[in-house]
């Protein structure tokens, strides 16, 4: 409600005029569709951001679940009939890490355990779903500071 609209109804409630009730329903009336709008509005961003949650939930299940396959943008696209640009983002904003960041470290993480009971690289590269045993080298020296066969050396020896 405007500071002119609350004048008016000051200056109506000391004059009273013609209409003067017709003017304060329809003020108050005023005052409650611009509240209701107000609540709607902010009730539909919680449901949006609710949901939006609940997509990022699913998203990290299905990865969890389909680490060793293929989880492209254009995958998750299929899955879950959202934009992949759309899932990017949302995931982006609640993780703070891209897609490929995430899958990557869970990629490695796994494929730190598999190493530990012995599995060879090209082994744990092809259980882990990295494309390629270069690609599988280069992420988990970039996510480790060394290579796979230094890690499984180095946690061998402690």
């Given at each position: 409600m405007t500071s002119?609209?609350?004048?008016?109804?000051?200056?109506?409630?000391?004059?009273?005029?013609?209409?003067?009730?017709?003017?304060?329903?329809?003020?108050?009336?005023?005052?409650?569709?611009?509240?209701?709008?107000?609540?709607?509005?902010s009730d539909q961003v919680h449901q949006f951001h609710q949901?939006?949650?609940?997509?990022?939930?699913?998203?990290?299940?299905?990865?969890?679940?389909h680490l060793t396959q293929d989880l492209s943008l254009k995958r998750l696209e299929e899955e879950f009939f959202i934009s992949g640009e759309h899932i990017s983002r949302e995931f982006k904003k609640s993780t703070g890490l891209t897609l490929h960041s995430y899958i990557t470290r869970a990629r490695i993480d796994l494929s730190k355990k598999y190493l530990l009971q012995g599995l060879s690289v090209r082994d744990v590269c092809q259980l882990c779903g990295f494309s390629s045993y270069?690609?599988?080298f280069k992420m988990f020296?970039?996510?480790?500071?060394?290579?796979?066969?230094?890690?499984?050396?180095?946690?061998?020896?402690?």
């Open positions: 002119d609209s609350t004048e008016g109804l000051t200056v109506q409630a000391i004059e009273i005029q013609f209409g003067t009730e017709l003017y304060e329903k329809s003020l108050f009336t005023t005052f409650l569709v611009l509240f209701l709008r107000t609540c709607i509005q949901k939006n949650m609940l997509m990022i939930d699913d998203v990290f299940e299905y990865i969890s679940q270069n690609h599988f020296r970039k996510e480790c500071g060394m290579t796979p066969m230094e890690y499984y050396r180095k946690t061998r020896r402690v």
